[in-house]
């Protein structure tokens, strides 16, 4: 088991529908962050999150909007995907930024 | 040149032989060298991770890198069926003063029994 932990694990979700994504850890890292993934390739970054701060935005469109409730909560929100997005979405922390990540298990997303 | 270079595989490998893992890089200022393991349908996981040129072992598993060289290696001893899985090299810099991790494409691994 991780200690970051995401729900859910995998989602299905129409064009026109909104949903979210959550992570949790309590390891007490100050860095977060959501990556993408699609089959057969490395993670890409998406967004990074310093002492609840967004400090990256790797030019991520608008449809994907991050938020940092507090130290341990990281959500992504989502609105009128398309098919493209179709990927596992992965948190990942790290005591602050520039340290090794430990990644959460992901959600499978599939937008139909 | 791609700034972390590593061979996608296939790897297929006996239980039991030793397997080398291996990443290149162009970039001297990686300051953080970390090994990933991916199971099918699971995120990364931490395997282990370096500051420094030269070797950390943890178990069946070697790290090596060869600054001089930018080179780094994975090497697992003994090597058992549920090694099985996809290793990602991936490396940390802050030039620029900005936070960078740059990961290799993976190399998959079966271990046959």
């Known amino acids: 088991d991780t200690e970051v932990t995401q729900t859910p694990k995998h989602l299905v979700m129409g064009m026109t529908n909104k949903k979210s994504l959550k992570c949790e850890q309590h390891m007490g890292h100050r860095a977060m962050y959501w990556y993408k993934q699609k089959a057969k390739k490395p993670p890409e970054l998406m967004f990074v999150?310093?002492?609840?701060?967004?400090?990256i935005n790797e030019s991520v469109p608008s449809r994907f909007s991050p938020e940092c409730p507090n130290s341990s909560l990281l959500n992504l929100h989502l609105h009128a995907l398309q098919p493209e997005d179709s990927a596992l979405y992965l948190c990942a922390s790290s005591q602050v930024t520039a340290q090794p990540q430990h990644f959460g298990d992901g959600t499978r997303l599939s937008i139909l | 040149q791609k700034e972390v270079e590593q061979d996608p595989g296939p790897l297929s490998v006996p239980e039991g032989a030793i397997v080398s893992l291996n990443c290149t890089y162009s970039?001297?200022?990686?300051?953080?060298f970390m090994w990933y393991r991916q199971y099918s349908r699971k995120g990364p996981e931490l395997l282990m991770y370096t500051y420094s040129s030269g070797n950390k072992e943890d178990g069946r598993f070697t790290a090596q890198v060869d600054k001089s060289s930018k080179y780094i290696s994975l090497f697992i001893r003994d090597s058992q069926p549920s090694d099985s899985a996809t290793y990602l090299c991936a490396m940390i810099s802050t030039e620029g003063g900005s936070e960078k991790l740059v990961f290799g494409k993976g190399t998959k691994l079966t271990v046959n029994p």
């Open positions: 999150y310093s002492y609840e701060k967004l400090s």
């Open positions: 970039n001297s200022a990686f300051q953080y």
